[in-house]
């Protein structure tokens, strides 16, 4: 474990500024305490021309398009984050920033569940807003809305929404009992609607295809009615999450990924809690199979899986796709710090093929975050803002153009990619907080615009590090950060081109080298039943 006092890294300063980042990413009328102030209003007409309100929420990276699917999973976990790590966060004087961050969110999917069996799940176009570099503020790309229904249902969708809705209504039940009680209401509407229609939400939204394509729901049915078991204590959700397991693969699949995807090893995780708390004996054995799988994805970081781990580049960083990987790593990370705590709060341990009784403090380290941090081969942080090297030329528009204080034409799309996007400066404006897509399997990074595998920031990569940071933030001093950008505005080069973000959801497994770790996974638990 690496040793927090030698290096010095101030989680509470990493932890401020990761939550300035969703500030930065925010769509719509911009409120007066408002920090990021190189950012302006936009998307004030959002929805207009289907007659629904769909301003606010979040731009999902450094482009301008509201993805439902991504933007629900970064709220979900943030929510989670102010309800397993409140007391850190209240400590750091974190948790306003904390709520408010979630409730930009939680606004926006209210709107956007504007009627019964119905969800706003899009904002604008991917293809044309990709082909197109500009501020959020003179966007001029098409801002077309398009939502599911009982016709073109999007169960992967209406379910993730539901599951944010239902964990933000635990974050605000202490601090606003009648907000917290809405957000439950739409997070019970919207699971009903998910499960009595199903279907794969980007055959309903095809442009979100390309983006964000979903490579199943059957996990979102399940982690929905885990939240809202958790929300609510109502049997039903548990006997739907048990009763389901099998059937919606929630017993079956062994994963060593967690993202805005792939929820089962949260799912595994959130009804691996429901059995150490001993909530409910009557589906013991079921909630044990949910506990294997839960072990599985903890043993696969800790290298103690009989071969079928997770990789490691040379500088001990979880490695899972090539494009965007460190919200993979961040994401497991987060996970892991609250099973830590659930294990730990019920003196329990983690079973791996290599190694038995593993205590929570011999796998949850400060690893992934010290190496976001700068302990890392590039000595670099990956957390911009943060440190005193880091990414300077993120792929994100508004960062990379000047601000409208100080540059107030607009700026078409066009010129933003001559004048903007591939020059040889700094970003005028710091995007505190942004954590870019990070190295590669060799710990090699660039930082260039135009390279938008490594040097795109996300919100899906940015909300695990708020528990993450709150969990590490013990004898981590206070920082008061100065958020001010520097005005100086990079030459004009000349370049024009298309760029868009890919995106995975692929499972890290080999069916033949797991055989026998999985074959204690998968059958074992029967021979239990029977």
């Not at 209240?90 to 569940?113: C, E, P």
């Not at 500088?315 to 961040?330: E, I, K, M, R, V």
């Not at 975050?369 to 030329?393: C, F, H, Q, R, W």
């Not at 595998?453 to 590490?472: D, N, R, V």
């Amino acid at each position: 474990m690496i040793n927090v006092a030698v290096k010095g890294y101030d989680y509470t300063d990493a932890l401020d500024k990761s939550l300035l980042f969703f500030e930065a990413q925010r769509s719509g009328k911009l409120p007066s305490d408002q920090r990021v102030t190189w950012r302006g209003d936009s998307g004030l007409n959002d929805g207009l021309s289907q007659q629904v309100d769909l301003v606010g929420g979040y731009h999902d990276a450094g482009d301008h398009v509201k993805f439902g699917l991504p933007m629900a999973y970064s709220v979900t976990l943030l929510a989670w984050a102010a309800v397993d790590f409140k007391g850190e966060l209240v400590s750091a004087n974190q948790m306003d920033y904390t709520l408010q961050a979630i409730r930009w969110g939680t606004d926006y999917f209210i709107k956007a569940h504007s009627e019964d069996n119905v969800l706003w799940g899009q904002v604008g176009d991917g293809e044309s807003d990709h082909s197109c570099w500009e501020r959020a503020e003179d966007m001029t790309t098409s801002r077309t809305a398009c939502r599911i229904d009982s016709t073109q249902p999007g169960s992967d969708l209406a379910g993730e929404t539901a599951a944010s809705l239902a964990a933000a209504s635990l974050a605000f039940k202490s601090y606003n009992s009648s907000y917290s009680t809405l957000l439950l209401t739409h997070a019970k509407e919207l699971f009903t609607f998910a499960d009595d229609f199903r279907g794969y939400y980007d055959d309903s939204i095809p442009s979100a295809e390309t983006f964000y394509p979903s490579s199943g729901y059957l996990d979102e049915l399940l982690w929905a009615a885990a939240w809202l078991y958790r929300a609510t204590n109502d049997n039903y959700y548990l006997e739907y999450a048990t009763n389901n397991a099998v059937d919606l693969g929630g017993t079956g699949n062994a994963v060593d990924i967690f993202s805005w995807d792939n929820k089962y090893a949260g799912l595994q995780i959130l009804m691996s809690k429901v059995l150490l708390d001993g909530d409910d004996q009557s589906c013991t054995n079921t909630l044990k199979q949910y506990k294997a799988k839960a072990d599985y994805f903890a043993c696969a970081y800790l290298q103690k899986n009989n071969g079928c781990n997770v990789e490691l580049t040379p500088g001990g960083l979880a490695y899972l796709l090539p494009s965007n990987n460190l919200q993979y790593a961040a994401s497991a990370s987060f996970l892991l710090a609250a099973y830590s705590d659930y294990l730990s709060s019920t003196n329990s341990v983690v079973d791996c093929p290599d190694e038995s009784g593993i205590k929570p403090q011999d796998y949850v380290t400060t690893l992934t975050a010290d190496y976001i941090l700068g302990e890392n081969p590039e000595s670099m942080s990956y957390l911009v803002g943060y440190g005193t090297k880091y990414p300077e030329k993120t792929h994100h528009r508004g960062s990379s153009i000047p601000s409208k204080s100080v540059l107030p034409d607009p700026v078409g799309c066009v010129q933003g990619f001559e004048s903007w996007y591939k020059n040889s400066n700094p970003n005028p404006n710091i995007q505190y907080g942004a954590l870019v897509g990070g190295p590669d399997n060799s710990d090699c990074f660039t930082d260039d615009r135009d390279n938008y595998y490594q040097s795109e920031p996300t919100t899906s990569a940015a909300a695990p590090l708020i528990g993450l940071f709150a969990k590490l933030i013990d004898g981590s001093s206070t920082t008061t950060s100065d958020y001010s950008s520097p005005t100086n505005t990079p030459p004009i080069d000349y370049v024009y081109v298309l760029s868009e973000p890919l995106s995975s959801s692929a499972t890290h497994e080999d069916p033949f080298k797991c055989l026998i770790v999985l074959f204690s996974l998968f059958l074992m638990p029967l021979f239990v039943i029977l």
